[in-house]
């Protein structure tokens, strides 16, 4: 299935829900935070109306997320990954 075109909010929100909290915010960029296994997970959003799929992918991948649990959360199927 494809990615949806979301917006930054969209994303935040799905990413909340996953046990992230705002570490802070740079200008037009949100920075989030999740301690995993010792780890800590900064996936960095810009603030946009509608992100490009590039950046989507990108903000996944520092939030350790794959393509198919995104897709699950974001229409609404309670799959939540580790």
Known sequence: MK???VSSLEVIKILYKLGFS???QE???VI???E???RRLKPVIPVRKELAIGTL???LKQAE???DDFISLYYGKEKRPK
């Open 32 to 34: 989030l935070l999740k």
């Open 22 to 24: 705002q570490l802070g």
């Open 3 to 5: 990615l949806p075109i």
């Open 57 to 59: 992918l990108s903000i």
């Open 65 to 67: 997320l794959t393509r």
């Open 27 to 29: 200008g037009s960029h």
């Open 36 to 38: 995993v296994e010792g």
